[in-house]
């Protein structure tokens, strides 16, 4: 059965929380990341003499499992697990499970790694029939750790990792995809960190490639070495060492070895550059074009990275902008690099996006092939298309796709991308500065207050006509909203408050809009068909990337619905809750019963990690489905009891509304109840056969059994509430294993994915109009009164001010 990647990230996290505190981030991550590499292996390879990975007997994570507890656990799985898997596959050293000054010691080490491996012994997290292909569950689960690791890491100890989101970008314009590789082609990183970028051009390639990657580090590149085995790249070569001083990949002449595509995300800046490194006489000629400077070895990795590319070669490098401007040494190996013609485009990021540094960096995109006929190279400015993400950026996926689209289209698009000749760049004026900013003018127009209507009132025709775009397509509502006011200046012609109403009524628009909902519910009805049709065993990554590409077909030509938007409405969900769902189907089809529902049940773990099974589900919070949910279960099956139940919730709500009144009003220091210590049932009881024994006034004894009355009902219906909740669930239990395939697709397509997905197109018709309406109503607000008409009424308010300090004797 599929594993869910909420519960794997919920394990994982876990298994963080265990170690918190005693490391930081930079150091823990090697223990969880570990401890998913052997479960993994072990879930996938042991027994298999012929698998990629060898799993020695008496290694593997069951074995880990027999040492819980054990006062000697952190020794032994040392010993006897991590050291046999390290020599049988020939792999760097793994962290010390037996490190006191990190784990704690005695008792508190037995604890802690013991719970580690609880954990991750739990039945859900059941790798064998899982694939770590580059977006699959456990792939994803991978750059959600490293992610989070890197962002606790801070910034000095952040730079392991490369944000998911650009590794895709750097794989996508290299150029590479399943047509154009084969078994002899070749992907070198030669500051490789966790591997990531390998593995992302891994994925556009479809595994017809052989990795390379050298890393100086040498927990990292163990980590590199993990994260290949464990996205099946087990073929994949790293090595520990520095690249610079020491490059490890060389033809048999010495020289170094040529790839077919380099990636890397080098170390920003890096003042040691050269330490090592014969920088006078480099024996691979990487310095032909000039030395970079001692302190900042930016151009040292980037000359490098030229000297290993094939005389065809591909490559992506990011780099910190400084490159594209900074002069002296610099600006001379720009110079002869862009002579050469080897770059053939530089995509702007935005700032902020890197756990190592937060300023902003830009990917050179290099190609060998036919360099010396390149006339001009293609920029592209995306620094402002990102979300925030905590205290740093990330891209999104529409920022990734429409980066990507245009780069592969080499589209001009205002303020975004351009293709500059070389005659430009090596025009005086410029002189190869590569600045994106001299080339793209990325300046939003400036709103600018307009003197004359401010002085005599009206909103400017200037203003009105920035609003173009729109009355291109509703040029009736233009007149229906504006009156002209004298030569060049308009007044508004509706109230204000109805701006919004008269835009969203008018027929032009509702029309537009229900444009937009035939072409969107074209494509969704086709997606509808495709999805019915998935079943077991359907490439995932292809099925998502139809539906996309399907839903920006669609919204190709809309003049005012960004496509990307609606891009980004399905690439989110997909991420957060149609991805496990793809995956499930992928893996174990469209099953009823039990085999594809799985019961959760809420217990206390043992020692071995698993959850008893006997104990009792606390309520519906304690079943889980694998996509259909309890909630979708009782909207579907039990509408009726389930409208029962909220009826009585509502009944509850009032109730304790009415009482809450009762003890307010008679609570205070004048009130019946002003003499009992505390207002409860028990006590208001006694309270009134005191007060009946002492004859008091009806009224009172009336209130008095008012309240008593009303907390009896209460009391009522909260048992009426749990009866039903016990019967509902009861009920929904019942119905899961009876589900039939009809029934599950229908519940999860047309009442789970579709009512979402509609909401997107809602909300961006909704932005739509209020957009409009904002502009519109601003540009009222701000010319509604003319100088003059203020100026008389502060004249007027003066007046009235000293004629009333005049009367108070302040003012003679």
Known sequence: MAIKKSELYSSLWASCDELRGGMDASQYKDYV????????????????PFGAITVPAGATFDDMVDLVGSPEIGDKINKQILNPIKEANKLNEFPDFNDESKLGKGKDLVDTVSNLVRIFNDPSLDFSSNSAEGDDILGDAYEYLMRHFATESGKSKGQFYTPAEV?????????INQNNSSHQTMAYDPTCGSGSLLLKVMNEAGKNIDLYGQEKETTTANLAHMNMILHGAETATIIADNTLSRPFYKEDNGSLKKFDYVVANPPFSLKSWSNGVNVDSDEHNRFALGVPPEKNGDYAFLLHILQSLKANGKGAVVLPHGVLFRGNAEGEIRKNILKKGYIKAIIGLPANLFYGTGIPACIIVLDKENAEHRKGLFMIDASKGFVKDGNKNRLREQDIRKITDVFDALAEVPKFSRMVSMTEIADPKNDYNLNIPRYIDTQEAEDIQDLAGHLSGGIPQKDVAGLQAYWDLFPSLKADLFNPARAGYFELKVPAETIKTTIFNHPEFVAFNTKMHTAFDKWLHEQQTEWNNLDK???VKEAIETSAQGILEHFEDNALVNRYAMYQHLMQYWNEVMQDDFYSIALDGWKAGNEYTRLVI?????????????????????????MVTPEMMIHYFFKEQNDSLQDLENQLNLTQEALAEIEEENSGEEGIFSDLEKINLKNVKDFYKERKADNVAKEELKYIKNYIDTQEALGGITKLI????????????AQYPLLTEAEIKDMVINHKWTPVLQQALQSEQEKLSQNLTQRIKELADRYQQALPTLETKTAEASRKVLAHLQ??????
């Open 33 to 48: 990341l570990t401890m998913l590499f052997v479960k993994y292996i072990s879930d996938k390879y042991k027994g298999d």
């Open 167 to 175: 590794s895709r970008v750097l794989a996508k314009v290299i150029g």
């Open 537 to 539: 065993g359907f490439a």
């Open 602 to 626: 809420k217990g206390k773990k043992g020692k071995d990690g698993k959850t008893a099974q006997d104990k009792e589900i606390a309520g519906l919070a304690g079943i889980e489905g694998r």
């Open 722 to 733: 749990k009866i039903a909740k016990e019967n509902l669930e009861v009920k929904v239990v």
């Open 807 to 812: 009367k108070m004797g302040l003012v003679w």
